[in-house]
T-cell receptor, first 110, second 112 residues
Framework: GEDVEQSLFLSVREGDSSVINCTYT??????LYWYKQEPGAGLQLLTY?????DMKQDQRLTVLLNKKDKHLSLRIADTQTGDSAIYFC??????????FGTGTQLKVEL | ETGVTQTPRHLVMGMTNKKSLKCEQH?????MYWYKQSAKKPLELMFV???????ENNSVPSRFSPECPNSSHLFLHLHTLQPEDSALYLC???????????FGPGTRLTVL
């Protein structure tokens, strides 16, 4: 089956850029997502990228997709303390079945 | 307010108890999902319902029994659970075939 991997932790200083990485095994993935989970809350869709795109930018967020290496990244520019959360990478090959990674805990330090 | 609510938010139960988790969505969606979130593990899809019909059972033990009486409500009935079932159980909903799922805040379950 599909496998999605992420590192568990990332710590950055406020104002720096954060880069959260994700690798996956299913090359037929159609959509690739980044979800954010704040403490005590469910997951919230941050952004997504279609598999025929290499990059998508949305304000402070930049998503990069390297299909050859099956690598997805999320860059958060000017990281703020409010960005502290768990970030989940997820993929789907179609339909409504998502495969998630373990999540990366982002800690933003002052 | 995400439009997806879950009750209770926290639940502690013994291994011989029977309890139920409830999920309700106010978004007019027709697909609903149960996920299990354990520490340091990928979010696990448990069940998918489309138009009240179960379309996915991800090899979930029978001690977890889902019920979807209508498109707005989803239940997860629990009985004779094990301590390793302790986790955050998340409900989500979407339009079928939509790229976005909307999540509830979850029920934190502890099995003693």
């Amino acid at each position: 089956g599909e496998d999605v991997e992420q590192s568990l932790f990332l710590s950055v200083r406020e104002g720096d850029s954060s880069v959260i990485n994700c690798t996956y095994t299913d090359s037929s993935s159609t959509y690739l997502y980044w979800y954010k989970q704040e403490p005590g809350a469910g997951l919230q869709l941050l952004t997504y990228i279609f598999s025929n795109m290499d990059m998508k930018q949305d304000q402070r967020l930049t998503v990069l997709l390297n299909k050859k290496d099956k690598h997805l990244s999320l860059r958060i520019a000017d990281t703020q303390t409010g960005d502290s959360a768990i970030y989940f990478c997820a993929i789907t090959g179609g339909g409504n079945k998502l495969t998630f990674g373990t999540g990366t805990q982002l800690k933003v330090e002052l | 307010e995400t439009g997806v609510t879950q009750t209770p938010r926290h639940l502690v139960m013994g291994m011989t108890n029977k309890k139920s988790l409830k999920c309700e969505q106010h978004l007019g969606h027709n697909a609903m999902y149960w996920y299990k979130q354990s520490a340091k593990k990928p979010l696990e899809l448990m069940f998918v319902y489309n138009f009240k019909e179960q379309t996915e059972n991800n090899s979930v033990p029978s001690r977890f029994s889902p019920e979807c009486p209508n498109s707005s409500h989803l239940f997860l009935h629990l009985h004779t659970l094990q301590p390793e079932d302790s986790a955050l159980y998340l409900c989500a909903s979407s339009r079928p075939e939509s790229i976005e799922q909307f999540f509830g805040p979850g029920t934190r379950l502890t099995v003693l």
